[in-house]
């Protein structure tokens, strides 16, 4: 299995711009989370998602940011416009809904820094 | 609520030293215990896990023993190694309160030879 996928890799944009990641859950997972980690806050849940639908947004920080799960094997999370003090790595996980131990899966992360 | 406490790092220690991490957490009901490791430039590594009281989750030389009279899942290693440098986390999962991880902020771990 390839794991979980992300892209891009590395991201640099301007302040204003609107920002895209992506992300490819593993096949046949069913849960699929959006994390946020920086230095000051660590780690950070924004949503997930289960069977394609938005479970829990609550982490969101604000209007800016915005996810969706159009099908079962690909998410975005978009932020418009970007603002400097998003400059993170944003990870995506998934898991299986017949998991008990609730072990989710990381992807490599995508680093977003925002000038 | 629920949440995780870790020790503040960095912790820096010599080839073949001895490792703890100490993690402790409160939750609300009973949670399922796990170790992620991040290695440098890398997302996170299911490390261990223990599901009930008792437990020893082992992997890697790493063991972690689900405490439940002391809220405690401290991660030891006997002797580490230069490649066990990374960022550990400790986190629990609670079925009752949603399907998310909560994590503790990380742990840095610095191994020199």
């Known amino acids: 299995d390839a794991g979980v996928i992300q892209s891009p890799r590395h991201e640099v944009t301007e302040m204003g711009q609107e920002v895209t990641l992506r992300c490819k859950p593993i096949s046949g997972h069913d849960y699929l989370f959006w994390y946020r980690q920086t230095m000051m806050r660590g780690l950070e849940l924004l949503i997930y998602f289960n069977n394609n639908v938005p479970i829990d947004d609550s982490g969101m920080p604000e209007d800016r940011f915005s996810a969706k799960m159009p099908n079962a094997s690909f998410s975005t999370l978009k932020i418009q416009p970007s603002e400097p003090r998003d400059s993170a790595v944003y990870f995506c996980?998934?898991?299986?809904?017949?998991?008990?131990?609730?072990?989710?899966?990381f992807g490599p992360g995508t680093r977003l820094t925002v000038l | 609520g629920n949440s995780v406490t870790q020790m503040e790092g960095p912790v820096t220690l010599s080839e073949e030293a001895f490792l703890t991490i100490n993690c402790t957490y409160t939750?609300?009901?009973?949670?399922?215990l796990f170790w992620y490791v991040q290695y440098p430039g890398e997302g996170l590594q299911l490390l261990l896990k223990?599901?009930?009281?008792?437990d020893k989750g082992s992997n890697k030389g790493f063991e972690a023993t689900y405490r439940k009279e002391t809220t405690s899942f401290h991660l030891e290693k006997g002797s580490v190694q230069v490649s066990d440098s990374a960022v550990y986390f400790c986190a629990l999962s609670l079925i009752q309160a949603g399907t998310a991880l909560i994590f503790g902020k990380g742990t840095t771990l610095s191994v020199s030879s």
């Open positions: 939750a609300t009901g009973y949670p399922s």
């Open positions: 996980a998934s898991r299986s809904g017949q998991s008990s131990y609730n072990e989710q899966f």
């Open positions: 223990a599901t009930k009281a008792d």
